[in-house]
Nanobody, 122 residues
Framework: QVQVVESGGGLVQPGGSLTLSCEAS????????MGWYRRAPGKERELIAT???????TYANSMKGRFTISRDNVKKTVYLQMNSLKPDDTALYYC????????????????WGLGTQVTVSS
């Protein structure tokens, strides 16, 4: 069964850094784009960044500069490096992966993780 699981969240002080990981597991035919979103308390979910299987990245304008997305295709893992964290970055961070689990084109969908909590506070 295909699933994606985030890790690496926690409590960090303002100005600090944190790296999140998200691993896709299970039987897969192809692992396509992967990405990170977040949902802050009282706000809607927002895109942070996406990365294609060949490493092309796209960032939301508000996320450029402090966040870096990367992936390891062998490990089927996507990372989010976060620097200069602010209290406003406090949120539940979600990973999403576009996965095709069989050779026919219809065997494909976006899989979401349950999220990992990041709290930025002194």
């Amino acid at each position: 069964q295909v699933q994606v699981v985030e890790s690496g969240g926690g409590l960090v002080q303002p100005g600090g850094s944190l790296t999140l990981s998200c691993e896709a597991s299970g039987t897969m035919f192809r692992l396509n784009d992967m990405g990170w979103y977040r949902r802050a308390p009282g706000k809607e979910r927002e895109l942070i960044a996406t990365i294609t299987s060949d490493g092309t990245t796209t960032y939301a304008n508000s996320m450029k500069g402090r966040f870096t997305i990367s992936r390891d295709n062998v490990k089927k893992t996507v990372y989010l490096q976060m620097n200069s964290l602010k209290p406003d970055d406090t949120a539940l961070y979600y990973c999403v992966a576009d996965i095709q689990w069989a050779s026919h084109a219809s065997a494909r969908k976006h899989f979401w993780g349950l999220g990992t909590q990041v709290t930025v506070s002194s």
